[in-house]
Antibody
Framework: EVQLAESGGGLIQPGGSLRLSCAASGFTISENYMHWVRQAPGKGLDWVSLIYSGDNAGSYYADSVRGRFTISRDSSKNTLYLQMSKLRAEDTAVYFC????????????WGQGTMVTVSS | QSALTQPASVSGSPGQSITISCTGTSTDVGNYNLVSWYRQHPGRAPKLMIYEDTKRPSGVSNRFSGSKSGNTASLTISGLQAEDEADYYCCSYAGSNTYVFGTGTKVTVL
């Protein structure tokens, strides 16, 4: 059974850093495109970042987070990460990881999300 | 990376059909056959309902169908049921290895 479980969220002060994790089971993350998507409280979905499948996988970011967030994966742990730095109040959101199989370019499995609150 | 435009709300009675629009531009919706649709119940993760404009994943009811004309994609829900009451989001590949979601539509079953 495919499962994604995010962790690492919490309350962080503006300017701080946080690393989110997404542990996958039932499939191999390095064989899929993996994404982070966020949702601010009461708001819509907002695409954040993508890492492609395979070795030397390219990573890409929304303009709002480029230069502050870094996506990565550890194939040995089958885990996806999002390193967030220089956090701002507007980064406050539930962060979801999602799988995108290369064959259909859609997010077919999602985790339940982890809440990040940026506040002093 | 401007969000795709969806109506804020759509409603219908049980058994009726409703359609949700998703309007983008010639650089996203209109340029790729890569629009997907997601249903999200409160406090839950989104669920894939349609991908590649018109395809339905295994296990999704055939009451859900997708279409596209130019820069506007649409999701039609026929035979509306109480369980369809949720938020719905479209998403499109936007080029340069980026994706963009729609603003979201709240569906109410009257």
């Amino acid at each position: 059974e495919v499962q994604l479980a995010e962790s690492g969220g919490g309350l962080i002060q503006p300017g701080g850093s946080l690393r989110l994790s997404c542990a996958a089971s039932g499939f191999t993350i390095s064989e899929n495109y993996m994404h982070w998507v966020r949702q601010a409280p009461g708001k819509g979905l907002d695409w954040v970042s993508l890492i492609y499948s395979g070795d030397n996988a390219g990573s890409y970011y929304a303009d709002s987070v480029r230069g502050r967030f870094t996506i990565s994966r550890d194939s040995s742990k089958n885990t996806l990460y999002l390193q967030m730095s220089k956090l701002r109040a507007e980064d406050t959101a539930v962060y979801f990881c999602a799988r995108m199989p290369p064959i259909n370019d859609a997010f077919d499995f999602w985790g339940q999300g982890t809440m990040v609150t940026v506040s002093s | 990376q401007s969000a795709l435009t969806q109506p804020a709300s759509v409603s219908g009675s049980p058994g009726q059909s409703i359609t949700i629009s998703c309007t983008g531009t010639s650089t996203d919706v209109g340029n790729y056959n890569l629009v997907s649709w997601y249903r999200q119940h409160p406090g839950r993760a989104p669920k894939l309902m349609i991908y590649e404009d018109t395809k339905r994943p295994s296990g999704v009811s055939n009451r859900f169908s997708g279409s596209k004309s130019g820069n506007t994609a649409s999701l039609t829900i026929s035979g509306l049921q109480a369980e369809d009451e949720a938020d719905y989001y479209c998403c499109s590949y936007a080029g340069s290895n980026t994706y963009v979601f729609g603003t979201g539509t709240k569906v109410t079953v009257l």
